[in-house]
């Protein structure tokens, strides 16, 4: 069976499977780039980052909370 689509269909098609090839080739050291493991674990390590900075930023925010707290005058 074959396929009928459009220009822009077929055009993209191309573009995938070359895309594919390419990572393929990076993936078998072939070709310079970045590798699919090495762009997975860049992504883990962002997202971890990402996380962090934001328990960090709620701990910052808590800790001067409480700062203040012990701060202010007594009414007892």
């Known amino acids: 069976m074959r396929y009928v689509g459009s220009v822009n269909s077929s055009g993209s098609i191309r573009k ?34 990402r996380e962090l900075r934001r328990a960090n930023q709620i701990l910052k925010s808590g800790s001067a909370f409480f700062a203040a707290e012990l701060d202010r005058p007594s009414s007892r």
């Open 16 to 49: 995938t499977l070359r895309n594919w090839v390419q990572q393929a080739e990076i993936d078998a050291g072939d070709r310079p780039g970045v590798t699919t493991d090495d762009a997975q674990r860049i992504a883990e390590l962002e997202r971890e980052v």
